[in-house]
């Protein structure tokens, strides 16, 4: 039985509203951007084992590391704020925990909880700071980037006279607590460890976006981002907004520090170095844009993998890695240029 011409153009509406919604979302650049990337370095570099077991966890493996910072730093884009004391917060609290379990004998649990207790009290004097001062976040966040490393480094070197602690694998092996932040998932090769970052990133992708998207928190953010003017004026408590999601950066950072530092073994004072900027980018090619008011933490997720598919794919396509930091500039750039024109396509969509 053939439909009538008005099903047939409703038919045809709806499906042109579908594709439209998905346009207008986020996350549309993000995704295009990740399969045009992995099928560029599957052609280039699939047949040197970039799309092996081996390159597929490693792949995943650098997107997750990146990709556990780029969801909370796409929450505070999105309200209007940076952190860019990210990348020396993970130095700073895995030498807190690397202190207190080999040169002061605490247990693993406690070395936890002492180093996100740290990284908590950071964040959240940075989102007062920023508060109550107006400064703009990208200075005072600035500034706590250099008290930290400075700190890390001084303090590391005059208590144990090196800038890296050694041994903390001996500390923490067969630690139930610490498999939850270095074990491996499954081997199905020699060489292809699935680690369980992955998890904790896909983990946290999902949560961040439930909440922007379900909840009256969510609302928030976006509100304060948008005006924090307009949204304190309808109630919206912009301070509080602000300074939870500068401890969330804080402790997401803390949890890479966890993870790397239980992985290799160690904590040193530069681990962490230029990851903030790494989490900005990852959140901008998903979608979230620098002025606030707009994005998305599954986005992020997206743009996450694209970084961890170019830096491995460079190396398993034998291009020289010091061209790294090129693709990483072109990639923002190229960024912003789409986010820009989602935005303008939906602001015509809603007119």
Not at 150 to 177: E, K, M, Y
Not at 265 to 277: C, W
Not at 280 to 296: D, E, H, K
Not at 301 to 320: C, R
Request: proline residues 2%.
């Amino acid at each position: 039985m053939t439909a009538s011409p008005a099903s047939q153009a409703q038919g045809r509406l709806r499906e042109i509203g579908i594709w439209r919604k998905f346009l207008n979302r986020p996350e549309f650049g993000s995704i295009i951007g990740a399969i045009v990337v992995y099928t560029f370095f599957v052609i280039v570099a699939g047949g040197k084992g970039f799309t092996s077991l081996k390159g597929i966890a490693g792949t995943l493996e650098i997107a997750s590391q990146i990709g556990i910072l780029g969801v909370t730093v796409s929450l505070l884009m999105i309200a209007g704020e940076f952190d860019l004391s990210i990348g020396s917060m993970v130095g700073a609290s895995g030498l807190v925990f690397g202190f207190l379990v080999v040169e002061a004998g605490w247990p693993v649990w406690g070395a936890i909880i002492a180093a996100f207790a740290f990284a908590l009290a950071v964040g959240a004097f940075n989102g007062y700071m920023v508060y109550r001062t107006g400064l703009p976040s990208f200075l005072v966040t600035l500034a706590t980037l250099f008290i930290l490393r400075g700190a890390s480094i001084g303090l590391t070197r005059l208590l144990t006279n090196l800038t890296v602690i050694s041994g903390i694998r001996d500390h923490t092996a067969g630690d139930p607590i610490a498999w939850l932040f270095s074990g491996i998932l499954f081997s199905p090769e020699p060489g292809a460890d699935f680690k369980i970052s992955i998890l904790w990133w896909l983990g946290l992708a999902l949560v961040a976006t439930w909440v922007l998207l379900r909840t009256k928190f969510g609302n928030w953010i976006f509100g304060t981002g948008g005006s924090a003017v307009a949204a304190r004026n309808v109630g919206v408590p912009v301070a509080r907004v602000k300074i939870s999601l500068f401890m969330a950066t804080a402790a997401s950072a803390c949890l890479l520090a966890m993870i790397q530092v239980m992985s290799a073994g160690s904590a040193d004072v530069l681990r962490g170095q230029n990851k903030e900027f790494e989490a900005i980018i990852t959140a901008t090619i998903g979608g979230t844009l620098m002025t606030g008011g707009y994005g998305s933490a599954l986005g992020s997720m997206f743009g996450a993998f694209t970084l961890g598919a170019t830096q491995l794919g460079i190396v398993f396509a034998g291009i020289n890695t010091d061209w790294y930091q090129v693709v990483l500039g072109v990639m923002l750039l190229v960024a912003v240029l789409v986010n820009n024109w989602t935005r303008r396509r939906a602001s015509e969509a809603r007119r």
